[in-house]
């Protein structure tokens, strides 16, 4: 996470006097403006994305837009007062404009992106699993084992063709639960920012409980981040070595002079090896790719 | 070498030193399950305890139970009809086995159970 950064830019913003003039970002008219009248309140320093149509657009490294603020028990009464323009009154405390950043990483994913691509998948999976079909019937009729050594290599291949489709649908499935977080994260953030705006002398006893629960979920919500990342690590080393598979069985040389096992009623194998590894399940338990 | 046959070697080698598995072919010598076991425990002895009591289906069902938990290998074979068949089916072997290659080439393996001359039992059963 880059949230250091952040707190640094933040302090690159404090300014002594009216926060009016906070670099804010030139972003275009914000998607997530939820036009939640409280939260616009909340927006003291921070210009949300309704409000940038009546300013001037500046620039700025960070991603204000409008949140709902995470749910709390309820809401707090000093929340820092909305200011008329152009001129905002200075915010409580310090002064920090209230900013919220944007937590996001750079290969950032739409979500109809995802499902779309995640369509695709299942359709061209679909197909392999018809080519796999018909490849195992060849197998298994096989009459000799130099056909069979080409069918082999088909067939290891189609595998391994279907595990790198799989492979990409549970990345889908990470992105997609990752920049859900990240959204999550940029709530949690800017909530105890606007909380940590207020002088710890004024807190009162809820504050101080909000405080912590927001800590805390701001640590659930990083570590399961890492977790997934640490997932998609994982997964790409296996990428890997399912290559080198792929590497050995088509150096192949010379003859398989194996006498062919007996008929075996036909068990789908390929569709078999794609009842695993649906994206989600946790690496304890079936995170192999098909 | 063919691809069947470098599969094949590898299960060879993997196993070797455990007892009562001897692999001959892509069929009959894994039907009993033990080849699975052992390299399971060959690799990741944490997930496979030997010298358990076992009727041999049961052998075969926990290497396929493991394999398919903390390995995340679908169980191909079902241990039951491994056993029932004369000869195994060979396409489902190699495409089982070759998940498990897979798996577990390139990491290192535990050499202790070998190096010490010792051969691990699986058939203190």
Known sequence: ?290 | MSAVKALQQWCRIRCEGYRDVSITNMTTSFRDGLAFCALIHRHRPDLMTLGLVSLLPLVAASAFGVAEAELGIPALLDAEDMVAMKVPDRLSILTYVSQYYNYFHGRNPSECLVSDGVSPGLTSF
């Open chain 1, 1 to 290: 996470t880059n949230s250091t950064d952040t707190t640094e830019q933040s302090k690159e913003l404090d300014q002594s006097g009216p926060v009016e003039e906070t670099p804010c970002s030139s972003s275009p008219p914000n998607p997530f403006d939820d036009s939640d009248e409280e939260d616009e309140e909340e927006e003291e320093g921070g210009e949300g994305g309704k409000e940038d149509e009546t300013q001037t657009p500046r620039i700025c490294k960070e991603n204000p837009f409008n949140r709902k603020a995470s749910p709390s028990p309820s809401k707090s009464k000093t929340k820092p007062p909305k200011g008329s323009r152009p001129a905002r009154p200075p915010a409580p405390g310090h002064g920090f404009p209230l900013i919220k950043r944007k937590v996001q990483s750079d290969q950032f994913i739409p979500v109809e992106d995802i499902h779309g691509e995640m369509s695709q998948l299942e359709k061209q999976l679909d197909d392999m699993e018809q080519r796999g079909v018909e490849l195992e019937k060849k197998l298994r009729d096989c009459p000799n084992d130099e056909d069979e050594e080409h069918l082999l290599v088909d067939w290891f291949t189609l595998i391994h063709e279907k595990h790198l489709l799989v492979r990409r649908e549970a990345e889908l499935v990470y992105t997609a639960k990752q920049q859900n977080l990240e959204e999550r994260q940029a709530d949690v953030e800017y909530e105890l920012r606007c909380l940590l705006n207020k002088p710890e002398k004024d807190w009162t006893e809820e504050d101080k409980n909000r405080e912590q629960e927001l800590m805390a979920e701001l640590v659930t919500i990083i570590e399961q981040r890492n977790q997934i990342v640490n997932n998609m690590d994982q997964d790409r080393q296996r990428e890997e070595e399912e290559d080198k598979l792929m590497e050995a069985m088509l150096k192949k040389k010379g003859q398989n002079h194996r006498k062919k096992g007996a008929k075996f009623k036909p068990i789908k194998v390929l569709k078999r090896l794609s009842h695993k590894g649906e994206p989600g399940h946790s690496r304890s338990s079936s995170r192999e790719k098909s």
